[in-house]
Every structure is written in structure tokens, then in C-alpha cells.
């Protein structure tokens, strides 16, 4: 796969097969659960990411930092203050209902993840992509040109989500989809907006909407995709309407109405997923969060080719303070035969593709891309969130302690992948989260990041 483990600055393998969690050894034990599991599968199955000399870019990378918002901060104050209504909430049901019937699929067979997710092997014609009337009727296709210079590791580990830490795989010609369920849409601020980004006016600063960021960043030139290596934790997200990410976005755009981008990482959502666990993530839009795109599978748009990676489910293993570092290689390229943007995870694991038709700057290339994490700060009580970036601490604290992306990575013109030439970082709130790059020969371009957030530098 991809997760890749680190100690003590040295590369090494770590086996999940021989890792078992609390509740799994239990399960072992349990022999009714086991012989159980047949009748258990066809039941599910059956319901369904140097400073800055220029003052310009800054403004506009803070720009789409302000735009690239997961979720609208409700208070609990306004939600205490909403009066009942029988005939609204029919309303909000029927919606509800609807929209869980597009997004889930029928399935072949069901696992149930350790951390209470449903997972369904839907067969692959039969995924959301296929509901977009431009892609009707067609398949997945086939594997496109990778980027040349390409590196491959045998260090490298396939079974990295939680739900396939016990063997479970969908057969072939299906691929595996998180179910959503009732009360993951009733946790949205909007049923109709739910697996959104929330559209706001954006400004060009990032000290409204309380949205903070420590990002790395190229800009000045054409880019057709981007690689990195992006550290693992689990950060601390202290109430449901806050999050903690770490991705890498592929932009284009004039940082208006009609920006495009391609996102990726892992996320911890209480909002989005019921729970605190670090979760895969893609996302997309092409016209700045508005009216297009979405997460993972939860509209019609991202192709899914792969039957064993689930995308929004639990990562395992996560890093630990002082402790084995793990992260997860990404990678994202324009396909210079058809266009359309792949992904790949790991050493050769391609995860799917955006079709071209979805955009319209990024039908031709980037003009930016970014690498770095994202919290949100709800202010609770008054004082500044103790949501934490990354691992929780400062990027000065180094490695196995701050979080870090490694190994980043531009694709260019002729189909390469390439090292950075003019990396620039960036945190606008330096005191809560900040972040520190550097370059040597085993890493290439680097940079540790993350914080605390709440702290006595930031009250």
C-alpha cells in the first residue's frame, strides 16, 4: 500500500496482519459471531496539504484557504432556537430519505467495520459516478500513463483502513462504499448540502469564518498534478461542528466563483463522520464549494476503480508521540491521453479518476498547489479552540513529535514528476498552528507543521 512506517529516522515495515485491536481478539474468541457472519453480510446486503517575498500571492493563497471551508459553524445556541415544525420536519425526512436512496447502493455483500462502519461491495457500473448523465451507461476505465520518474518502495503496506484489518475484500468488479446513514445526514447543517463544502462570500484573508492554516505552497507556473507523503495522526477535535485535515489541493482559477479544485488527505469530521477516527478523504468542486462537487462518493463525479480501498473510511495505523510514525504517499495526475485527474495511493494503487467534464480551468492544468493541514475554530466558551492541527504540536518540535508531509512533488508538462523549485510556507495564525520547511537528500522537499491550537500564546 502506503502506510509507511518510520522510526527513529529509519524506514521500516510494520505487518497489520499480526495487529489486532481489543474488540478483535475478542471477536476471534467469539465463534457465534464468526459463524454467523455469512447471514450477517447477505442481510446488509440486501438494505442498502523559504517566506514569502511576494505580498500578492499570499493574498490569493489565503483566498482559497478561506474558500476550501468543510463546514458552516453552527452555535448550539442557534440550533436551541429553532421551533419545531411537524410539517418541516416531514419535509426534511422525505429529502433525507431520497438522497440516502442516490447515494447508497445496492450491495453485493456488506462488511461491518470495527468502528461500527457498514461497508458495501456495490459493483462498479452501479457506483454514484454513473448517476451523471454524462457518464450513463459507461464503465470504469482503463488504467491510464503514470508520471514518469516514479520511484517505487517496496516498504509498503496494502492494508491501511480499519474495515479490512480482518481480511474482508469485495469481490472482484466491485468496490467498496462507506454507507451513509440517517444520522450522518441529520448531523448536516442542510440535508440538501450534506457531503458539501459550505458556499460562503470569500474574502482575501483568512481570519474570518475561523478557518486557520499552515500550508506549503507553488504557484507561477502550469501544473498537471502533485505527490506527497503526508504524516498520520490523530488529532483532538473538541466539538462536533469543528475539524482537523491534512491534504494536498490541486487549484485552478481566478480565486473567484469559478475556482477548481482537487483535493485529498485524511480528515477527522465529527460532523461528517460520527466520530474522531482520521479518515481517507477526496473532494472536488468547480465552482468555489457553490453548486458542484463533493466528498468521496457522496455525488456523481469521482470514478472509483479500486476494490479495496475505501474512500472515507478509518485509517490504521496512526503515528504516535515519540512513538512509530506512519504516513500515506498520494498521488494526483492529469492523464495525458484523456485528460481526466487519477489517483494513486501508495506504490501503484490506483484509487480512481475525476473526469475532465467535471471542470473548466483544470480541463487544461493547475496554476497552484498546496499542501497542508486545516482546522476550524468555533471559538467555544469565548476563547480560541483547543482543536488541534497535525499531531497537537509545533512543527519545532521535529520528528515523531510534530506532524510532517514529505517527498513533495510536482507533475509538469511532459508527464514527470519533479521536485519543488520554489516552495513557500505559510500560517496565519503562527501562534495556534505553525509550520517550518525544509530539503535534504532522503526527504526532498519537507515541512513539519501543526499545533495545539488553545494555548498562552493563543488564548
Known sequence: MVVVCWKSNRLCYFDDTTRQLPHQRKQKRDSTQETGQENFTAAMASSSWSMISSPIIPLLVCFLLVSSSICQVVHASEMTNQ?????????????????????????????????GDLIDCVHSHQQPA?????????KPLDPP??????????????????????????????IPIRRTREQDVLRASSVRRYGRKSPRHVRRDSSS???????????GDQYYGAKASINVWAPKV???????????????????????????????????????????FTYWTSDAYQATGC????????????????????????????GGQFDISLLIWKD???????????????????????????????????????????????????????????????????????????????????????????????????????????WGNYFYYGGPGRNVRCP
Not at 419535509?91 to 431520497?98: D, G, R, Y
Not at 503514470?146 to 475484500?169: A, D
Not at 462518493?297 to 485509517?315: D, K, M, P, W, Y
Open 336 to 442: 495525458p491521453k484523456h485528460g481526466n485527474w487519477w489517483l494513486e495511493f501508495g506504490n501503484g494503487v490506483l484509487v480512481g479518476y475525476w473526469p475532465s467534464f467535471l471542470f473548466t480551468h483544470l480541463q487544461n492544468h493547475a496554476s497552484m498547489v498546496q499542501f497542508g493541514g486545516e482546522v476550524v475554530n468555533s471559538r467555544p466558551s469565548g476563547s480560541h479552540t483547543a482543536t488541534q492541527m497535525g499531531s497537537g504540536h509545533f512543527a519545532g518540535e521535529g520528528f515523531g513529535k510534530a506532524s510532517y508531509f514529505r517527498n513533495l512533488q510536482v507533475v509538469d508538462w511532459d508527464n514527470s514528476l519533479i521536485p519543488l523549485s520554489n516552495l513557500k510556507v505559510l500560517a496565519d495564525h503562527p501562534n495556534c498552528y505553525d509550520i517550518q520547511g525544509g530539503i535534504n537528500n532522503f
Open 145 to 174: 500513463e503514470r508520471p514518469k520518474g516514479l520511484n517505487p518502495t517496496s516498504m509498503i503496506h496494502e492494508n491501511f483502513q480499519l474495515w479490512s484489518l480482518s481480511g474482508n475484500i469485495c469481490p472482484d468488479g466491485t
Open 295 to 322: 466528498y468521496n462518493l457522496l455525488c456523481s463525479g469521482f470514478v472509483q476503480t479500486n476494490s479495496r480501498i475505501a474512500i472515507g473510511a478509518a485509517i490504521s495505523p496512526t503515528s504516535g508521540y515519540n
Open 238 to 280: 473538541v466539538n462536533q461542528y469543528e475539524f482537523s485535515l491534512s491534504q494536498m489541493w490541486v487549484i485552478s482559477g481566478s480565486f473567484g466563483d469559478d475556482l477548481n479544485t482537487i483535493e485529498a488527505g485524511w480528515q477527522v469530521s465529527p460532523e461528517l463522520y460520527g466520530d474522531n477516527y482520521p479518515r481517507f
Open 83 to 115: 421551533t419545531f415544525n411537524p410539517e418541516q420536519q416531514l419535509k426534511k425526512l422525505k429529502i433525507m430519505k431520497a438522497r440516502l436512496r442516490r447515494i447508497n447502493k445496492p450491495a453485493l455483500k456488506t462488511f461491518q467495520s470495527p468502528d
Open 209 to 219: 469564518n475561523g478557518h486557520e492554516h499552515a500550508v506549503g505552497y507553488v504557484s
Open 130 to 138: 454513473f448517476d451523471h448523465p454524462r457518464l450513463k451507461g459507461q
